[in-house]
């Protein structure tokens, strides 16, 4: 870790969507709590003046928190704003008098990939990139090739050790209980691996469509979306061996050895699909072969999980939104009692989003003589209360230097190995109706397993068997 504190805060795209939803909200809960004493600058294109970019944050938490006017007004005083093309000498030093005496600025990158060359050149030239760290946005790369050459740019700028690549997603609370739940828990450290385990299933609905944003997905789809960053980190987490230590390097270690045994997935192995629709919204080829859902087999090889099948399924316009996992055990065999109860059991249920819920999936005897059986669903429920942002958490760590919930390169680069073989067209897109469960293909991928988990809405889940 490296051991300076970061005294300033510069972000990049500072007028954009990503700006927008997330980094506004999270610089005033980081106001509120006292982790934000430096200066804040903001760059974009547009020519705003500082009432303009004051105004676009105070609309930004009015839309995506709660307004705390006097710590707004706090946030508001450290704002600044220069706005410019990020090619421009000039903007860079505009920038290098608004840093005034800081020392250790973090540069944080919410703007495209294709940005990336001209910022980290513009900053190593005007001086900016001296004693600084950055933080650029997932997905790290659009394949194996530019994920490399991306980290070697980036590498000619920053030391390896000042680079954070974010995933918001290892941010959110829920995803750090999901680890502390898996390790904490004594009775799970004694099934959790091939000789209890049967299957994992990650599913990842979402109930929307792209949102407008056609253009955007067209470049990335839910592979590069979802897959290859956000639920690959889950997969680490769910079967990772415990850290050997607390240092902050030692969680990274652990699921950067998951990473390395993760086996290519095979074409045969993943069903891509596309919403009926897609291809009206704007920014969307007439024509597009971009997937919208994607049902997959993954494959560890290590010792823990060597047999043990991963299986992961996102999509848009599904029927809700939800992320769970479910760890299906093994029936015992040979069965003692009646096991023929209709229903999925003997199952670890986890709710990731969009509030938490562990459940345990269990039969349990009927009222009478025999010893026949029904399904009942053990539920522990925690709503979410005063949580802190993903933002705030990871923008907090990287202004302290703490690696440990952002993605190692070395994981970035096992990631984008295991998903090559379905990027592209190697897998042909299959059409399915909006508000269904995806193509009925991606049944086969779960064929002999007990079907696929479907998450249900948070409203309809009161417990009991599903």
């Known amino acids: ?27 005033q809960a980081m106001m509120r709590d006292g982790h934000l004493d430096m200066p804040v ?4 294109k547009e020519a705003w003046s500082i009432d303009q970019f004051i105004a676009r944050a105070r609309q930004s938490i009015e839309s995506h928190a709660t307004l705390d006017e006097p710590v707004f007004k706090k946030l508001a005083a450290r704002l600044q704003y220069i706005g410019g093309d990020y090619q421009d000498d000039a903007t860079y030093r505009q920038l290098r008098t608004a840093l005034g005496d800081a020392a ?45 050459a991306l980290n070697r740019l980036l590498a000619r700028h920053f030391p390896p050790s ?3 690549r974010i995933d918001h997603f290892l941010g959110k609370e829920a995803v750090q209980n999901l680890l502390y ?10 099934v959790w691996h091939r000789d209890y385990v049967a299957s994992v299933q ?13 253009g955007f997905y067209e470049t990335v789809g839910a592979i590069r979306d979802v897959v290859q960053n956000h639920l690959l980190q889950v997969v680490s987490l769910l079967a990772m061996e415990p850290p ?50 994607v049902a997959l087999r993954l494959c560890i090889d290590n010792e823990r999980w060597r047999g043990v099948p991963f299986y992961i399924r996102a999509g848009k316009q599904l029927p809700v939104s939800a992320t769970e996992v479910v760890v299906t055990l093994k029936t015992p065999t040979p069965a003692v009692f009646d096991t023929a109860a209709p229903g999925k059991a003997n199952y670890l249920r986890y709710r990731i989003d969009p509030d938490v819920l562990i459940a345990i999936g269990t039969r349990t005897k009927i009222p009478g003589e025999a010893m026949a059986g029904e399904i009942s669903e053990i539920v522990a429920h925690r709503h979410p209360g005063d949580e802190m942002l993903p933002y705030e958490r990871l923008l ?30 190697a897998v042909p897109v299959q059409l399915y109706d909006p508000q269904t469960w995806g193509p009925a293909k991606a049944d086969e991928i779960v064929a002999g397993t007990g079907g696929w988990h479907n998450p249900i809405s948070p409203e309809e889940n009161d417990g009991g068997a599903r």
């Open 1 to 27: 870790m490296s051991p300076f504190q970061s005294d300033a805060f510069v972000f990049f795209g500072a007028t954009g969507d990503l700006a927008y939803k997330q980094i506004f909200p999270a610089l």
């Open 41 to 44: 600058i903001g760059l974009g």
């Open 104 to 148: 250790h600025p973090l540069h944080y990158l919410a703007v495209p990939p294709e940005l990336f060359e001209a910022v980290a050149t513009g900053l190593s030239r005007s001086g900016c990139a001296k004693n600084a760290r950055l933080v650029v946005e997932k997905p790290f790369g659009r394949d194996l090739p530019s994920a490399q």
């Open 162 to 164: 000042d680079i954070f």
């Open 181 to 190: 739940f898996r390790l904490a828990n004594t009775f799970l450290g004694a």
């Open 202 to 214: 990650i599913n990842m609905a979402e109930a929307f469509g792209v949102a407008g944003r056609g």
């Open 244 to 293: 050997a230590g607390n240092h902050p390097d030692a969680l990274r270690e652990a699921k950067l050895r998951v990473f390395e045994a993760m086996q290519p997935i095979s074409p045969a192995h993943a069903v891509r699909g596309q919403f009926h629709g897609y291809r009206n919204e704007p920014g969307v080829a007439a024509e597009s072969q971009v997937e919208t859902f």
């Open 396 to 425: 907090g760590d990287a202004l302290r230097g703490d690696a440990t919930l952002f993605a190692h390169y070395d994981s970035i680069e096992a990631a984008w190995r295991a998903v090559t073989p379905i990027l592209g067209n």
